[in-house]
Every structure is written in structure tokens, then in C-alpha cells.
């Protein structure tokens, strides 16, 4: 169409939704320039293609924190607010489960809070073991993440000689896990 109309040059901002493809395969998102000139008669055309993956993921993060803090503004009380931000960061990262620990009255443990189930089935023996755990200082993930007050990941929770859970993880189709820790 470019071709056939009489402009010169359309801009990457004039058309959304184009699709790369690397060597690989994977496909990402992009923005396009197109030009137009005449060379002793003869159109050459020169496209721009820009890789926008890292700008998309950005906007969508944006995004997310907005809903975020509407939704933590809309609630009644702490325990919807965490609910409502646990269901929102779990779809946004693609988990099939997440769970908040939090200290205990008496703050030497960690106690289970909310969860979010996206494959609520193959999950409920892992959220009834996760019920029966306090964790201390340093135990487990959440023991661990509490201690260290930074994120910890685990990319085979089966192997991990830390993970009080493995066996129910592993029953459940868990394979690795992220603590992220939520200061306030």
C-alpha cells in the first residue's frame, strides 16, 4: 500500500502492532520507518525496523503499578488489598500459584496469608501443606527472603535443600519459585 501511495516516508508512530521474528524464532514486538526515493528513476525504498520488547515491557510494568495502587486505594482492608495485589502480579508474571507470608503477632515466624491459584486443582495439596508450615528466620524461601530482605529465586525447588515443600511442590508440578519481599 506504502508502495502505491504517493508519500514519501511513513513514520514508526503511523502503524502499531508490527511483529519481528528473530533467528532464532522468537517473535518480539517492533516499530517501522519506511522512505521512499528515486534513484536515476527507480524507487528504492528504506525500512527502519526498531526492536521495542524492553519499551513494551516497561509500559505494561507502568501500567500494572497504576492497577496496583488503585486497587490497594479501592479496598476495604489490608487483607483484600494483598488478595487483589497478590491475583494481579501473579497473572502480570505468568505464576500458576503465589502465596504472602507474614510475621506472626509476635513476629519470630512466618505465617501463611492469601494465596492465588491459577490452576486452583493440581494446587490444593500444596496450599493445605503450605498451611501447615511456620517458617523461622532463614527456613525455607520465605524464612530465607524474610532474613535477607532481598528477592531469592529457585530455579528447581526439588533440589533446593531449603525448601521444606519440595515433595508437595513437586506432586503439584511446581518446579521453581521467587520470594520477593514486601517492606512497609
Not at 487483607?79 to 510475621?103: H, I, K, N, T
Not at 496450599?127 to 527472603?145: C, I, M, N, T, W
Request: glycine residues 8%; charged residues 30%; contains cysteine.
Amino acid at each position: 500500500g506504502f508502495a502505491r501511495s504517493h508519500r514519501a516516508a511513513r513514520m514508526k508512530h503511523e502503524r502499531r502492532g508490527i511483529l519481528g521474528r528473530r533467528k532464532n524464532g522468537e517473535i518480539f514486538p517492533g516499530e517501522a520507518s519506511i522512505s521512499r526515493i528515486s534513484v536515476s528513476g527507480r524507487k528504492i525504498f528504506l525500512a527502519v525496523f526498531r526492536d521495542v520488547s524492553e519499551q513494551v515491557r516497561r509500559e505494561e510494568e507502568i501500567r500494572l503499578q497504576l492497577a496496583l495502587t488503585r486497587a490497594i486505594a479501592e479496598s476495604d482492608d489490608f487483607d483484600s488489598a494483598l488478595q487483589e495485589s497478590l491475583r494481579m502480579v501473579c497473572e502480570f508474571a505468568g505464576c500458576d500459584y503465589g502465596e504472602v507470608w507474614l510475621p506472626s503477632n509476635g513476629g519470630l515466624r512466618l505465617v501463611l496469608g492469601p494465596a492465588h491459584y491459577c490452576r486452583e486443582k493440581d494446587l490444593e495439596n500444596f496450599r493445605a501443606a503450605s498451611e501447615a508450615h511456620k517458617f523461622e528466620p532463614a527456613q525455607g524461601l520465605p524464612g530465607r527472603v524474610w532474613v535477607s530482605r532481598k528477592p531469592a529465586w529457585i530455579p528447581d525447588v526439588a533440589r533446593d535443600e531449603n525448601f521444606p515443600r519440595a515433595a508437595h511442590a513437586r506432586t503439584a508440578g511446581l518446579c521453581a519459585a521467587v520470594g520477593i519481599p514486601v517492606l512497609a
